[in-house]
């Protein structure tokens, strides 16, 4: 299930979905990536892929997701907080009403 955030001071909606993992071919590696749709109210949508790949002799698909989740989308997602998917809703629909 996707999780929803909400950056008030740059009004910028996102929602994420679950980070995957996969292995890269070749099998010393895994690939962990989750796509992320940012909406602001400059009624602009950007969707973008983020991704990062882990030793598969350091990791397991568990602990590389979890490090994805503590390293890559902090960045992403810098001063937004978790909302409920009501929320994002509600903010999806007063800037496509804008359009």
């Not at 749709?37 to 949508?45: G, Q």
């Not at 001063?79 to 409920?84: C, D, L, M, Q, R």
């Amino acid at each position: 299930m996707s999780e929803y955030y909400y950056d008030e001071e740059r009004a910028i909606a996102y929602k994420v979905s679950p980070p995957e993992v996969s292995v890269v071919p070749g099998g010393e590696r895994l690939l962990v990536y989750a796509n992320v749709k940012a909406t602001n109210f400059k009624k602009e949508k950007v969707r973008r892929a983020f991704s990062e790949e882990y030793p598969l002799e350091q990791y397991n698909q568990e602990s590389a997701k979890e490090a994805f989740l503590e390293k890559i989308l902090p960045r992403v997602l810098v001063g937004a907080v978790k909302i409920s998917r009501e929320e994002y809703q509600q903010i999806k629909e007063r800037v496509e009403a804008a359009l």
